[in-house]
């Protein structure tokens, strides 16, 4: 059974730092590139950065570029998203995605950033 699992999410202030985590297992994670989305009420869910299978590249959007870093473990089938500085903005549920010729999400998890 495919699962990708999110952890993390919390309400931080603006400023504050996060470090997201999602485990995957089902399937052979270090085949597959890994990506980082995310989705704010009433928008469209956005890409947010994407690491390749070894690691050795990595992108981000423009809104989070030198703010946020993408990681990944193959050892433990994790991939982690670093996020600093953290703005209102950031506001969203984020979620983990696995892609190769199938694709997988995760179930989201809230990153709220709030005074």
């Known amino acids: 059974q495919v699962q990708l699992v999110e952890s993390g999410g919390d309400l931080v202030r603006p400023g504050g730092s996060l470090k997201l985590s999602c485990t995957a297992s089902?399937?052979?994670?270090?085949?597959?590139?890994m990506s980082w989305y995310r989705q704010a009420p009433g928008k469209e869910r956005e890409l947010v950065a994407y690491?390749?299978?070894?690691?050795?590249?990595?992108n981000y959007a423009g809104s989070v570029k030198g703010r946020f870093t993408i990681s990944r473990d193959n050892a433990k089938n994790t991939v982690y998203l670093q996020m600093n500085s953290l703005k209102p903005e950031d506001t969203a549920v984020y979620y983990c995605?696995?892609?190769?010729?199938?694709?997988?999400w995760g179930q989201g998890t809230q990153v709220t950033v709030s005074s």
């Open positions: 995605n696995a892609q190769l010729i199938q694709e997988y």
């Open positions: 089902g399937f052979p994670f270090r085949h597959y590139l």
């Open positions: 690491i390749s299978q070894i690691g050795d590249t990595t």
